[in-house]
């Protein structure tokens, strides 16, 4: 009998409240940290207490943490293993245990917990880190074939440009160990998958590069739970496992088709709707609304993949609720407020998909006379001010056109594009200096009225934040 997600969930935070962790619910995946748009790891929530601002109340604890990583946007149904939303199981040490402790309970819950086999395990640390290097070889007894020294990319975690950070140390599952140890390749997904990381934070890094050490060690770690759950459900995927499988099912059901039949095309969609309902109804349970700026951009651009995916393997009509509710089915006991703002989540959900679905269909029909024009004309490349107009007037995100034109082998004139937008920018500033000039008293009075500090806060930095 495979453990269930919520097992799994369940056994790590267990395993860590035995050796006098605090258990804490996850934080929201609005961050209170201005510097980033969502909440990227398990560590965020508690970066004032790595920078010294904040006395933790406890100094272990273990959560797991609801995440949203962007930067993965096109990675979703491409590898195996990374999505945009998923939970990152962490134990942190506040100044507390530090190196040995920490990866000495790393291996406990890995090979005693979950029952990974030793033979299936390898492990990376940081090319100059030889005291860890030492205590997996010494104190674990890991060969030393399978411990491997790597670079700053891999195992050099840092929350972004500034805070803090330090080297890390992570534990990798090798699906094939009779490929030998003389081949091992950490890049090779076809062969492991990083589940683990453990890091070691001890430093500050500032605005220019510098880092400092911190008051105090600290232990930062996160296990994917998707992933943990891919391995011990044996499945081909993050997607396959219960966590995210039954949402899949049901778009799959609502377009009349079997993920275990499709073509790879097909099944890409169905893990981008997969993955992307789930973040987008955890997202507006988390009171992020769809917007043109910042987080609400990231939340408007997830729900526009899901209805043009729903697209690409035929769903003619509005589906998204209906995918929603298996997602807040599958979610609720581990996260109640899910259910609880049900109605907000379905509205918001239902509201952009009809107002998308509308420019869709004018904005594709345009699109797809440009791709003839452009196709007749011989050319491989969409003009920037198609793609701006289709932007502008129709709604459609850079990306989505991109991703329509790539699907008929043409490009877009991405300079142009940017040239365009730019316009618009001044354009629309020159409207505003207008407006200030004029009203500019009755604008000093409405800003008197409403709390205005509170929000610029998040606004400012997330709508220069780049979605990607
Ligand atoms: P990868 O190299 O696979 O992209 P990462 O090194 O970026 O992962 P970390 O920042 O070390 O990931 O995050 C800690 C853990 O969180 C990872 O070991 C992994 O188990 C999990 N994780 C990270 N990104 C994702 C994602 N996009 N989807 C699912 N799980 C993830
Ligand atoms: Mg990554
Ligand atoms: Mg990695
Ligand atoms: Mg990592």
């Known amino acids: 009998q495979n453990l269930s997600g919520n097992e799994i969930r369940t056994l790590f935070l267990d395993f860590y409240t035995q050796r006098g962790h605090q258990i804490l619910p996850s934080a929201s995946l609005v961050p209170e940290d201005p510097t980033v748009l969502l909440t990227i790891a398990g560590m965020l929530p508690f970066k004032p207490v790595f920078l010294g601002q904040r006395t933790p109340e406890f100094n272990r604890a273990t959560t797991s943490q609801k995440c949203i990583r962007t930067n993965d946007i096109e990675n979703v149904g491409r590898t195996k293993r990374h999505h945009t939303f998923f939970e990152m199981l962490g134990n942190f040490s506040f100044g507390d245990y530090f190196k040995e402790q920490a990866i000495a309970w790393g291996w406990e819950i890995s090979t005693k917990v979950f029952g990974l086999s030793p033979n299936n395990l390898v492990v990376s640390v940081f090319e100059d880190d030889d005291e860890a290097y030492n205590i997996w070889r010494d104190r674990i007894g890991v060969k030393q074939a399978r411990i491997k020294r790597m670079g700053a990319d891999d195992n050099f975690w840092t929350s972004g440009p500034t805070g803090p950070c330090g080297p890390c140390s992570e534990i990798y599952y090798d699906f094939h160990p009779e490929r030998g140890d003389e081949n091992i390749d950490l890049e090779d997904d076809s062969r492991f998958i990083e589940?683990?990381?453990?890091?070691?934070?001890q430093y500050n890094r500032d605005a220019s590069g510098n880092l400092t050490p911190l008051q105090n060690k600290n232990i930062d770690t996160g296990m994917g739970l998707d992933r943990m759950a891919q391995i011990l459900q044996k499945v081909p995927n993050n997607y396959e496992t219960d966590l995210?499988?039954?949402?899949?099912?049901?778009?799959?059901?609502?377009?009349?088709?079997?993920?275990?039949?499709?073509?790879?095309?097909?099944?890409?969609?169905?893990?981008?709707?997969?993955?992307?309902?789930?973040?987008?109804?955890?997202?507006i349970a988390d009171e992020i609304r769809a917007s043109n700026v910042g987080r609400g951009y990231v939340l408007r651009r997830l729900i526009r993949r899901v209805v043009r995916h729903g697209r690409l393997i035929g769903i003619t009509g509005e589906f998204i609720t209906q995918v929603a509710e298996r997602a807040i089915a599958l979610s609720e006991s581990a996260y109640p407020n899910v259910r609880q703002r049900e109605a907000a989540i379905k509205a918001e959900l239902q509201r952009e998909e009809v107002n998308f679905l509308k420019t869709l269909e004018r904005g594709e029909k345009l699109l797809e006379e440009i791709i003839q024009e452009v196709k007749q004309q011989g050319k491989t490349s969409i003009s920037g001010e198609s793609a701006f107009t289709l932007y502008d007037t129709y709604g459609f995100p850079l990306e989505l056109t991109q991703e329509i034109a790539a699907e008929n082998n043409l490009t877009i004139d991405e300079a142009e594009f940017d040239a365009e937008m730019e316009k618009q920018r001044t354009r629309a500033k020159e409207a505003h200096e207008t407006i200030d000039l004029t009203v500019q008293s009755s604008l000093d009075k409405l800003a008197e009225q409403i709390n205005v500090t509170e929000f610029l806060g998040y606004t400012q930095p997330a709508a220069t934040a780049k979605v990607e």
């Open 244 to 283: 995210i499988f039954p949402i899949i099912q049901t778009a799959a059901q609502i377009a009349g088709i079997d993920y275990h039949v499709s073509d790879d095309k097909t099944k890409v969609s169905l893990k981008v709707i997969g993955d992307h309902v789930r973040a987008v109804v955890h997202m």
């Open 195 to 201: 589940f683990y990381n453990l890091v070691f934070m």
